[in-house]
């Protein structure tokens, strides 16, 4: 088969599964993610045994450590995708959802009801968790998943496909509610990219360059984040206890996350009170500080910042320090070096706390509480399909409601426009 | 100024306005719109003036009637943009609206709260009303209005925009929360449809030529309606008045607009009963009925219908009429031959209601009650930016609350995660 037709094999496929996916009872649909649960546990050696395939391949490539880590699978993992497949089941179903019902002077009744977005392409790496993830979400919100995986996870990838399809189909689900492309060339993920006539939504989940090459050349829309300079504000009104805590939780809780800060801003009343403590507690955890010269000079043994670490997100124990003199200059700062993502403030200070949550419009905005809430698990969402942080159609962390939108519904009795 | 120095500036103008409009309190907002209400009455004169300029270069270049009627201003029309930007005035404000708030079970108390999505540039053709109308709906949602307008309304345009962005500033308001771009070739449009950088939303209005050169060109996202095919089912258990009546305003209240219908589908069971009276009210108003053999066994007059019929917007006295055996196939023919705009049911029975409204995942689908009303204003939304058939961010009609997105908040009490 050409590429051409592979790709619109894959896409006839997934938009026939769409119509029926979209019409499916909750109760089918929780029924097929338990059975997808158990068969992945009842097929684990089978999905070890293809996992081998892609670590011996890996190492003979020389993929450094960490990438392989990211990649093995083992016992406990499947357990772990079984069971996030389980939570996604005990999810509330957002389609056929009621969001709000009003009623117009003539009587006619007017309401928005929530219906899945149908196709989701999601292009991802050397995780092969994320097929399982990303089919659990996408088929309780009534979509066809057509998961990309990488070239070094692809054997893991096609027998976990297997697996999970197979759940589906014996539970009554259509097994194309997992569409997945066998073949892990740029030309196929290029060439899906212009099908916006049968994709409705693109997630690429990986790094930055992956989510650049797919934002530049989708005609579909994406959702996406490129990276995560997030921020912790200590005002001048923070508790000293609660503004180490924060600081240091948002920062090395763990450190190679989107939602993991990279640059402190303390209000200027604080440089000779507790940010001495604050960054002592910080380098005790090893982190590395970046400061600006009011930093250094209450804290001397930080480095000087460059105007470029504002800018960078660390994902590793380092850290921007900068003192600034008022809410309104951190505020400016988030705007000019922020990405968007997460920013916290810590204040005991209303208003203060009020004037932050007003102004900044990153997509998730805390007030004395740490940046790695912005999760969609730890949120209350349930589970995450990827972050966004362009203001369209979602912003934030994003789960099931992500991925709906929503229809007018109107009921009249014979109601016609004079 | 070269055409990359004015492109540069009108963007550099509408993002230094996006931060201060985003953080306007709502009696500010509302008191510039009706600055600007009373301002267009009194500047009507002048507005009359330039627009009998474009009138005078438009029947120079021999543009239709319909073209001029269009374009053409006077008193009674100014008063309606100044009535339809006090409106906007009395309408919610939806900037800073929490839409929900939840607890997760360490304390964080999580929200939503609506923001601006930032600047939204319109691309328009003929009306110069589209100005004020967008104007206000823009300032209302905190929203930068970067406007490009047709070359024929180009003097009307650049004579409101100046009254408007006067009376915005005159009332504390940045007068770049309207920017409007002088110039009204190609090349200008394709240059700003590039700078996603700067512009979150474009919403092209005008004719399917116009939408789809946006949509290719843009790599912003795009608000978009191609066509509205929309339909009028009579189920089995309609009532024939309610049928007629509904089948009849759909079709004639005005027929070109996107929400007026053009194919009727009628459930066989009808077919020798009230088909003939239908579709004799249908000829009545002056209707052309193209329909499928069993329409014209019943109703002789009617011409055969053409597959293509069955996906022409007619945007005339012209309907398509098709006999189906079932809802699935009513539901069937919708989803081959629409275009995601609207349909409408009309039945008695509650089964099939439920079943159009959970089944047809067009952007408005209505139970008894005319298409017609698939429009901002009529489903109480206040006033319309655009309509949207793409399930992205937005799905039909599209008033303020389309305009903004929502960020996360959260508040903490020094909340870490473990």
């Known amino acids: 088969m050409s590429q ?5 094999e894959l896409v006839r496929r997934a938009s026939a599964a769409s119509g029926r996916l979209g019409e499916l009872r909750t109760d089918v649909k929780d029924a097929a993610l338990l059975r997808a649960a158990d068969a992945l546990e009842e097929a684990c050696e089978r999905i070890l045994a293809e ?21 093995k699978l083992d016992r406990e993992r499947v357990s772990a995708m079984a069971d996030g497949l389980r939570e996604v089941a005990a999810l509330p179903d957002p389609v056929g959802e009621i969001t709000r019902m009003w009623n117009r002077p003539n009587g006619l009744q007017v309401g928005r009801m929530r219906i899945p977005l149908g196709v989701i392409l999601v292009i991802y790496e050397s995780r092969p968790n994320v097929t399982a993830d990303v089919a659990g979400l996408c088929l309780k919100s009534g979509n066809v998943a057509l998961l990309r995986g990488g070239s070094e996870a692809i054997h893991s990838n096609l027998a976990l496909a297997a697996v999970l399809r197979g759940a589906f189909s014996s539970a009554g689900v259509p097994e194309d509610a997992l569409v997945f492309v066998p073949q892990t060339d740029r030309e196929i993920v290029d060439a899906l990219l212009q099908r916006d006539d049968a ?11 992956l989510i650049r090459r797919v934002a530049e050349q989708s005609r579909i829309p994406v959702i996406k984040h490129y990276k995560g300079v997030c921020h912790v504000y200590l005002d001048e009104f923070a508790e000293p206890k609660m503004a180490s805590d924060i600081a240091v939780n948002s920062k090395v809780q763990r450190v190679s996350v989107c939602n993991a800060a990279e640059t402190l801003l303390v209000h200027a009343a604080l440089a000779e009170t507790i940010l001495p403590d604050v960054l002592g507690a910080l380098a005790a955890h090893g982190v590395e500080l970046h400061g600006c010269p009011r930093t250094r000079a209450a804290f001397p043994s930080a480095l000087a910042v460059k105007e470029d670490d504002y800018s960078t997100e660390w994902l590793a124990k380092t850290m921007s320090v900068r003192v600034v003199d008022s809410l309104d200059q951190a505020i400016d700062h988030i705007r000019r070096y922020g990405s968007n993502h997460t920013e916290t403030i810590v204040t005991q200070d209303v208003g203060r706390a009020r004037e932050f949550l007003r102004r900044v419009n990153s997509s998730s905005v805390f007030v004395n509480a740490s940046t790695r809430f912005a999760d969609g698990f730890q949120l209350g969402l349930g589970a995450e399909v990827g972050v966004s942080t362009t203001k369209m159609h979602w912003y934030g962390p994003m789960g099931l409601e992500g991925l709906t939108t929503q229809k007018f519904i109107a009921f009249g009795e014979g109601t016609i426009l004079e």
């Open 51 to 71: 996992n081998r395939k892609d670590l011996d391949a890996g190492r003979a490539k020389g993929l450094a450590a960490p990438m392989l880590e990211r990649l």
């Open 4 to 8: 051409t037709e592979l790709v619109a």
């Open 199 to 209: 994709i409705d939504l693109v997630i690429p989940r990986g790094g930055e360059a």
